[in-house]
């Protein structure tokens, strides 16, 4: 297939254009800098010019392509505190990707995340049957979800807040993390620390996207979680450890001091389980956990000082 790539030269999209083209796919990957596009010729891929604003271009590159994977979102305005822009923006995007695909039965695979589930406060370890009605992020999940019933073979991959590994020392939130540490000279959990945090290796999570495209079916809820939560607490101890600085426990009036925009979601309690997605497509994950991964100490290489 011809797959349109969004974010295709992000943390996450590095290692999906490389797991697509491996299986004989072709990717033609949305670049908006010449850096960017550099890197997507490098890795075999085609480069389309442009960024999520460019709704015409965006609506064209979906309309020549057989699938569409939708990875990018701005990141940027999100961590300046405008998640409502960010928002907009994405749900535009996912209206112009609908535009070009309508009754064409074509995959369309979008992005969204587990913590709108810890959000939602089940109370117990979420799975891809459970749904939230509305929210920043969650309008677009729907939205994708939704297209089923326009003819597109939608799914949405939710992905932890840490997609970890050594592609680029990024990924979730695992190197703000540490860089809060370093800045502040310990590593910190709130409360007990006893909530937990899932995780997923990024070529995992690639598999994931390659098989989604490949033979979700429309209207698909899918879930990129290897480790199904782990204790925060041991997430700091690991990167205390590594670090060499105490691991403390911060009290939650506290938190938005010490985690400045992590102050929330430090403090989520996020078992998620990936059960039936590992049944429906047959995904194995076989790459390290989020523990065996941060002590492979690449990330506290990859983030110094």
Not at 51 to 64: M, T, V
Request: hydrophobic share 45%; with cysteine; proline share 4%.
């Amino acid at each position: 297939m011809r797959v349109f790539v969004t974010g295709a030269s992000g943390h996450l999209g590095s290692a999906v254009v490389p797991e697509l083209l491996a299986a004989g796919h072709q990717v033609v990957g949305l670049a908006r800098s010449d850096v960017s596009a550099a890197a997507l010729a490098k890795a075999g891929a085609d480069v389309r010019r442009g960024d999520l604003d460019d709704l015409d271009g965006l609506r064209e590159a979906a309309a020549e392509a057989d699938a569409v994977v939708h990875l990018a979102f701005k990141h940027d305005l999100m961590l300046a505190g405008d998640m409502a822009t960010a928002a907009e923006a994405d749900l535009k995007a996912i209206d112009a990707f609908a535009d070009a695909l309508t009754c064409t039965g074509k995959p369309l695979v979008g992005t969204s995340g587990t913590l709108l589930l810890a959000l939602a406060a089940l109370g117990r370890t979420g799975t891809e049957a459970d749904t939230v009605a509305g929210g920043y992020r969650i309008d677009a999940e729907n939205k994708v979800v939704g297209l089923a019933e326009r003819g597109i073979r939608s799914s949405v991959i939710r992905l932890t807040p840490t997609v970890h590994s050594s592609l680029d020392g990024s990924g979730g939130f695992v190197p703000a993390l540490i860089g809060i540490a370093r800045q502040k000279g310990v590593a910190g959990y709130v409360g007990d620390g006893s909530n937990r945090w899932p995780a997923v290796h990024t070529l995992d999570a690639a598999r994931l996207y390659r098989l989604a495209l490949e033979s979700a079916p429309a209207g698909t809820r899918l879930h990129a979680v290897d480790d199904e939560g782990v204790p925060f607490r041991r997430i700091a101890e690991t990167i205390g450890r590594h670090l060499n600085v105490p691991t403390v426990g911060v009290e939650p009036d506290q938190a938005a001091d010490h985690f400045g925009f992590l102050a929330d979601l430090v403090q989520l309690d996020n078992p998620v389980s990936s059960d039936q997605t590992r049944a429906l497509l047959n995904w194995k994950p076989t790459h390290p956990g989020l523990i065996d991964d941060l002590d492979a100490g690449h990330y506290f290489a990859t983030t110094a000082a």
